[in-house]
């Protein structure tokens, strides 16, 4: 009998006008969607009313439904004056327990760094609320020159490394939900 599959959530993480990350998280999930052991979701933070405050509202307790349901997330973050986006962590802070004993991904995308400062920053975050952050990441330096009209790439390290960051993910995911199942993270 085999398990079902690994239900990964996407956030988007910019909510800004004129955001450049929604073409990398499309790119992103249509890897992803190439996996038969992956259930996909977008979570795009810009459609999505959190609030500042940390209230409990219905929005808010959808939001976490869907992180207590996941099994795995990828976080797509643009680079902001070498940090990640206030909307990406307040996302974080609204949800807690939910997050725990979860593996996470990073997909970054800026300008010379290619958002990496924003990923080595959210690292930190992930590791509080009990993540486990996976080693591989995809960053994309200068990205908007790395996507054609299609949303497509042909940036060899972008490919490689999506590949083996879902991989690294889908191995975590299982690891984690096997022992979540056996014994409940003692968080």
Same mark, same amino acid.
């Given at each position: 009998m085999s398990a079902p599959p690994i239900r990964l959530e996407v956030l988007i993480g910019s909510v800004r006008?004129?955001?450049?990350?929604?073409? #990398? +998280? *499309?790119?992103? #999930?249509?890897?992803?969607?190439?996996?038969?052991d992956l259930d996909i979701g977008v979570l *795009?933070? +810009? !459609?999505?009313?959190l609030p500042v405050d940390h209230s409990d509202t219905p929005e808010s307790q959808s939001f976490r439904r869907r992180i207590d349901e996941a099994d795995a997330f990828v976080m797509v973050t643009p680079e902001?004056?070498?940090?990640?986006?206030?909307?990406?962590?307040n996302a974080i802070d609204?949800?807690?327990?939910e997050w725990r004993a979860k593996p996470v991904?990073?997909?970054?995308?800026?300008?010379?760094?290619?958002?990496? %400062?924003?990923?080595?920053?959210?690292r930190q975050v #992930?590791?509080? #609320?009990?993540?486990?952050?996976?080693?591989?990441?995809?960053?994309?330096?200068?990205a908007r020159k790395r996507f054609d009209a299609a949303g497509e790439t *042909? *940036?060899? +390290? +972008?490919? !490689?490394?999506?590949? %083996?960051?879902?991989?690294?993910?889908?191995?975590?995911?299982e690891v984690l939900r096997a022992a979540r199942a056996a014994n409940p993270y003692p968080g």
């Open positions: 006008r004129g955001r450049f990350g929604p073409v #990398v +998280a *499309d790119w992103f #999930v249509r890897r992803a969607r190439q996996r038969a *795009d933070l +810009a !459609d999505i009313s902001y004056n070498h940090g990640y986006p206030a909307a990406l962590k609204t949800a807690k327990q991904g990073f997909v970054s995308y800026g300008g010379l760094s290619g958002g990496l %400062r924003a990923t080595e920053q959210l #992930v590791a509080e #609320v009990h993540m486990v952050s996976i080693r591989q990441t995809v960053s994309f330096h200068q *042909d *940036d060899g +390290a +972008a490919l !490689d490394g999506a590949e %083996r960051l879902l991989g690294q993910l889908a191995w975590w995911a």
